[in-house]
């Protein structure tokens, strides 16, 4: 029974670390929301107003970060999508850039040289 609960804490810790390691990456700063005995000891209300167990804690916890989490991944899809996107335009618009000052210059050129031949 106890082994079920450990291994849902390990679940909810690696998906912490995930947000912590996304939140690294962009140099946010977070301030702690408290010491972890001052949660423990503070009394959690469930949606009735009752006390809420450690097993609804639990439940509340879990599907809050797998939602927040599945949000993240989505982004941060998309961030790699629009990376991408923003790359292959910079890139062409180089070529097009490329492409025009060869028409500007050289390319009046080498058609004179053709016509003289």
């Known amino acids: 029974r106890y082994v079920t609960y450990v291994k849902r804490c390990d679940e909810l810790e690696r998906k912490v670390r995930?947000?912590?390691?996304?939140?690294?990456?962009?140099?946010?700063?977070?301030?702690?929301?408290?010491?972890?005995?001052?949660?423990?000891?503070?009394?959690?209300?469930?949606?009735?107003?009752?006390?809420?167990?450690?097993?609804?804690?639990?439940?509340?916890?879990?599907?809050?970060?797998?939602?927040?989490?599945?949000?993240?991944?989505?982004?941060n899809t998309f961030s790699e999508k629009l990376t991408i996107e923003y790359n292959e335009k910079i890139e062409l618009q180089e070529v097009l850039e490329k492409a025009r000052r060869f028409f500007m210059t050289d390319g009046p050129r080498l058609a004179v040289s053709e016509l003289s031949s």
Request: glycine share 8%.
């Open 18 to 75: 995930f947000f912590t390691q996304e939140i690294d990456k962009f140099g946010i700063e977070i301030s702690s929301a408290g010491h972890v005995n001052t949660f423990l000891e503070s009394p959690i209300l469930n949606k009735d107003g009752a006390k809420a167990t450690g097993t609804q804690i639990l439940e509340s916890l879990e599907g809050e970060l797998e939602d927040y989490q599945s949000q993240l991944k989505e982004l």
